[in-house]
């Protein structure tokens, strides 16, 4: 069955550290690849997505993801956090448009000053 | 335009109760889903419509049921609810080309 892995369950950094999240997923046939962020308290909003093309993909809030076939890798990354990233993140995977999306378990974030 | 719209937002239930959750989508989209959030386990997938007139099930269907009523709207009914049933619910809708899901606010459901 098509699965999503979020290594990291909680991840602690001061503010303007580097943030990198892992994310493998299952499926090796064609991809749908999401990262989605949850503020506390809210719904899941699109950070950014991956359906073909260049690998290394750019989202909102200066997040990036880039994807490596290879090692069926979609790692969410940002140069430097900010407080107002303190969030869950999850990683997602639908190998076709009419597929479900399956979620990882999500990872979450603080950020402190 | 309201996107994805759940309600009730908050819901607190006795066991053995009986409730409907509502969504309804202004978007058009055809694929509409039912999830289930819990502490430290992501999102599970309750049930699913990728079009009118059909549901199926996900990873969690048990203790559920849910009816599509026409494009827009997509119920999800708990027939006599158990505290393991306590969570948060997200109806999210997606066409049915490769885009993203579009989430609705959330259901906070407490079974006591």
């Known amino acids: 069955a098509q699965s999503v892995s979020q290594h990291n369950h909680h991840v602690i950094l001061s503010e303007a550290a580097s943030l990198e999240l892992g994310c493998n997923y299952s499926?090796?046939?064609?991809?749908?690849l999401f990262w989605y962020v949850q503020y506390p308290g809210q719904h899941l909003q699109l950070l950014l997505k991956?359906?073909?093309?260049?690998?290394l993909v750019k989202g909102i809030k200066g997040f990036e993801a880039e994807f490596i076939k290879s090692k069926f890798s979609f790692n969410l990354r940002k140069p430097s956090v900010q407080w107002s990233d303190t969030a869950e993140y999850f990683c997602?995977?639908?190998?076709?448009?009419?597929?479900?999306?399956?979620f990882g378990k999500g990872t979450r974030l603080s950020v402190i000053a | 335009n309201a996107g994805v719209t759940q309600t009730p937002k908050f819901q607190v239930l006795k066991t053995g109760q009986s409730m409907t959750l509502q969504c309804a989508q202004d978007?058009?989209?055809?694929?509409m889903y039912w999830y289930r959030q819990d502490p430290g386990m992501g999102l599970r997938l309750i049930y699913y419509?990728?079009?009118?007139?059909?549901?199926d099930k996900g990873e969690v269907p048990n203790g559920y049921n849910v009816s599509r009523l026409n494009k827009r709207e997509f119920s999800l009914r708990l027939e006599s609810a158990a505290p393991s049933q306590t969570s948060v619910y997200f109806c999210?809708?997606?066409?049915?080309?490769?885009?993203?899901?579009?989430f609705g606010q959330g259901t906070r459901l407490t079974v006591v």
């Open positions: 419509s990728a079009s009118e007139g059909t549901t």
């Open positions: 991956y359906f073909s093309g260049d690998p």
């Open positions: 978007m058009n989209h055809n694929s």
């Open positions: 999210a809708t997606r066409t049915t080309v490769n885009t993203e899901a579009f």
């Open positions: 997602a995977d639908s190998p076709s448009g009419n597929t479900p999306l399956v």
């Open positions: 499926y090796g046939g064609t991809v749908n």
